[in-house]
């Protein structure tokens, strides 16, 4: 029987546990890294077929990932099975979760858009009074910031505002195709800047922990790795209070287990960890663990037409690209009926048309899909939720997963701040699109559930005083020195922005904090 | 490569392996002493009446290109009624007629498919279906006295036009009839566009089959998934 006790036990394989183990065994620690999935080998697990030959008709199959609006039945089996991992809300307050085990988590699919935070955000509070200023600023991530983007390969552009702070760029010189020129035109006068994405070009197309982070932790000879174990809870020295190890669940056996460890990194994604901890019935003596759950607004936005590209006049020159509208609202000026704001993402396609963008059916249909082939332009919000006691989670007693481990109840809605902002930057989008010439076919003013931009964040935020918030501004509780959580849970505003690459910065914070601190004897 | 060629190929690994630590076939060394007889190597069981796995591994793949049943087979529906299933062909018809060499609905057994595909869904959704091909046939009568099975291609313009809005992904019209007839809409045309009927059309017209991507298998699948039929073996939290 193994009677060993590991030093760091990371829990989560994905950009936050991937960049923990890579810190921490460059600088000699040796860490064991425990995921909940299995090991997907695109090789062994896919292979090229027509919708036709799938079970469900390239239909997603009924009942399996009703709240992954984002999946089709290709890439269905890539995400968390809602029979297997259930979780639970109020009907009248629906909630995506949008979960992937497999090894290396969300890393594996993400959209690779690449922002940093601003003192907007860091410091909103003493910008407009609501919330709470985070326990750092900009000025204290950046330099970590910039080694993230170094090694994440972040193609962008620098644009020199302060609301949408440059970093350490892989420069963009490319130059927008019409259609974005078109709109910046007019976006220009009312001074709504229209700036180039920012992405992370990653190795070889992917910017995943399994290729950008991992590799180094493994290839240190520290990093050893158990896929296919769900951890159920933690266990506690009760002489000390600290955390010592972790009991968990073979993921196909249901064997039970347990590991000894001197500190633990959970990594698991804003939700998990939080449920792992709430579950655990640790680290919780401020009371806001689980509260304050942001996400950001997605899904209102329009579909229009540039009609100069209808008939098969779509050129390079005009059409396909991307642009990013970053936060225009309550920064110099003050909106009417929100506070914050959002940034709209504008694309354009060369290709089919969405069918429902036209009430039409039959051959009229096909003649405007036809007609309208290549002439596409749509935009979306990706919205500031703000941060309230009021949306939480908590552990519902009443219902289990798979293993046993009691599911998370999810308690969250949007109010008018939200649907205002919604409706602006839908208003704002009109006015853009007909300013330039382009014809509006649909448009949405409703956002889509809470959750489902799969940017959950702040059910552990970071702060100053132990009363008030889970962690510290390094990531670590304030209750028990030796458990550092790395992942969104400790976000205390989100922002408009992805929060990817300040995730992965903040671990990379945190991590190097903590390595210090077990070199003093500290931890 | 395919998946199917992996799987293969992992056999064959393993058979190599297999075959040289376990069933001795591999020669051995000159200076190695003889391999002892299979059956001393084997628990005490039963034996198989031969070597359970022999052969596989060197056999030929078989020439065979899967056939999907739709080609050779009708689905046979039995979760809309008669009634609603017929409303249901007339209405794919209409939105999804034959067009440029493309079969229509009819042809793509789309109706079929989706009295299947319906039939296996949330209850919300079913009961969408079921009252929404319930009121076409009501109106139909009301206004043309015949089942909406019945209606001709202007009649049925007149009962749906007014229902068609222009709407974005996952925000399908909010009353609950428009609700129905444009996501009926677009599952009529998904479920055709997909159809194997589209596909072999296309090809023909020697274009791609439309919607072919990279499926995903299930990976590393726990087959007690189902948290519902989960017996907790452990403690819970103390």
Same mark, same amino acid.
């Given at each position: 029987m193994a009677d060993e006790k590991v030093d760091v036990l990371i829990i989560g394989s994905g950009h936050s546990g991937g960049m923990a183990a890579k810190v921490l065994t460059e600088k000699g620690i040796s860490c064991l890294m425990l995921n909940a999935g299995p090991v997907a080998d695109i090789h062994r697990d896919t292979e090229v077929r027509?919708?036709?030959?799938?079970p469900f008709r390239g239909f997603k199959?009924?009942?399996?990932?009703?709240?992954?609006?984002?999946?089709?039945e290709f890439d269905t089996n890539t995400w968390v099975d809602e029979k297997e991992v259930p979780y639970t809300y109020a009907p009248q307050n629906p909630y995506n979760w949008v979960r992937v085990r497999l090894f290396g988590g969300r890393s594996l699919f993400w959209s690779r858009a690449s922002f940093r935070l601003s003192d907007y955000e860091f410091k909103a509070k003493s910008h407009d009074g609501y919330g709470d200023d985070w326990p750092i600023s900009l000025a204290d991530l950046d330099p970590y910031y910039s080694r993230v983007e170094a090694i994440f390969r972040v193609r962008g552009q620098a644009n020199g505002l302060p609301q949408f702070p440059d970093g350490n760029?892989?420069?963009?010189t490319s130059p927008f195709p019409g259609c974005i020129q078109r709109l910046s035109g007019v976006a220009k006068p009312r001074n709504i800047p229209v700036c180039k994405q920012r992405t992370s070009l990653g190795v070889n197309g992917l910017a995943s922990s399994v290729n950008l982070l991992l590799p180094d932790a493994f290839a240190t000879g520290k990093l050893r790795a158990i896929p296919n174990v769900v951890v159920r809870e933690l266990s506690v020295d009760?002489?000390?209070?600290l955390v010592n190890g972790a009991h968990f669940v073979?993921?196909?056996?249901?064997r039970e287990m347990s590991v000894k460890a001197r500190v633990v990194v959970l990594a698991a994604g804003t939700l998990e960890s939080t449920r792992l901890l709430l579950n655990s019935r640790l680290a919780d003596s401020s009371g806001v663990?689980?509260?304050y759950l942001i996400d950001q607004i997605y899904g209102a936005g329009i579909v229009c037409s540039?009609?100069?590209?209808?008939d098969g006049k779509a050129t390079k020159e005009l059409m396909g690209g991307s642009a990013i509208l970053p936060r225009f609202r309550n920064i110099d000026t003050k909106a009417r009926n929100f506070i914050r704001g959002y940034a709209v993402n504008v694309w354009s396609s060369r290709g089919d048309m969405?069918?429902?963008?036209?009430a039409a059916y039959g051959a009229e249909l096909q003649k405007k899909m036809e007609s309208y082939h290549g002439s596409g332009l749509s935009t979306n919000i990706m919205g500031e939720v703000l941060a309230r006691y009021e949306n939480h989670v908590r552990i519902d007693s009443e219902v289990v997963d798979a293993w046993g481990i009691p599911a998370l109840r999810v308690e969250t809605k949007y109010t008018d701040n939200e649907f205002n902002m919604a409706r602006d930057s839908v208003d704002t989008a009109i006015e853009l699109a007909e300013a330039a010439g382009f014809e509006v076919l649909a448009k949405n003013y409703e956002p889509n559930p809470p959750g489902y931009s799969i940017h959950e964040l702040g059910t552990c935020r970071m702060g100053n005083d132990p009363k008030t918030s889970?962690?510290?501004?390094?990531?670590?509780s304030h209750d028990i020195k030796n458990l550092v959580v790395v992942d969104?849970?400790?976000?205390v505003s989100g922002g408009w922005q992805n929060p990817t690459m300040t995730i992965v910065a903040l671990a990379m914070r945190a991590s190097e904090h903590l390595a210090d601190e077990m070199r003093q004897g500290n931890v | 490569m395919k998946r199917r060629d992996f799987v293969k190929a992992m056999m064959a690994a393993s058979a190599s392996v297999s075959a040289r630590t376990?069933?001795?076939q591999q020669a051995p060394p #000159?200076? =190695?002493p003889p391999v002892a007889p299979v059956s001393t190597a084997l628990? #005490?069981? =039963?034996?198989?009446?031969?070597?359970?796995?022999?052969?596989l591994m060197q056999m030929k793949p078989l020439p065979l290109s899967p056939l999907s049943p739709d080609t050779v087979a009708e689905t046979n529906a039995h979760f809309f009624s008669d009634r609603q299933l017929a409303a249901l062909r007339r209405l794919s018809e209409i939105f999804m007629p034959p067009y440029q060499g493309h079969p229509g609905a009819a042809e793509a057994g789309t109706a079929e498919f989706l009295d299947f595909l319906i039939g296996v869904s949330p209850a919300d959704r079913q009961k969408m279906y079921q009252t929404g091909l319930d009121r076409l046939d009501t109106e139909a009568a009301e206004h043309f006295g015949v089942s909406f099975a019945a209606v001709n291609a202007e009649q049925a313009d007149q009962l749906l036009r007014p229902w068609l809005r222009t709407w974005m992904s996952d925000h399908p019209p909010t009353e609950p009839y428009a609700d129905f007839i444009n996501i009926a809409h677009s599952d009529i045309r998904a479920a055709t566009v997909n159809s194997q009927a589209w596909s072999d059309a296309a090809r023909v017209a020697g274009k791609e089959a439309p919607n072919t991507d990279l499926y995903w298998y299930?990976?590393?699948?726990?087959?007690?998934?189902n948290a519902s039929q989960c017996v907790t073996p452990g403690r819970r939290p103390s």
């Open positions: 027509p919708a036709y030959s799938l199959p009924p009942g399996q990932i009703p709240h992954v609006f984002q999946a089709d760029f892989v420069a963009d009760r002489n000390t209070g073979d993921r196909l056996s249901r663990m689980g509260h540039v009609p100069e590209a209808r969405d069918p429902r963008s036209f889970v962690l510290n501004k390094w990531s670590r969104g849970s400790s976000f | 376990v069933l001795g #000159a200076q =190695a628990p #005490a069981v =039963a034996p198989a009446p031969v070597p359970w796995m022999e052969g299930p990976v590393d699948p726990d087959l007690r998934r």
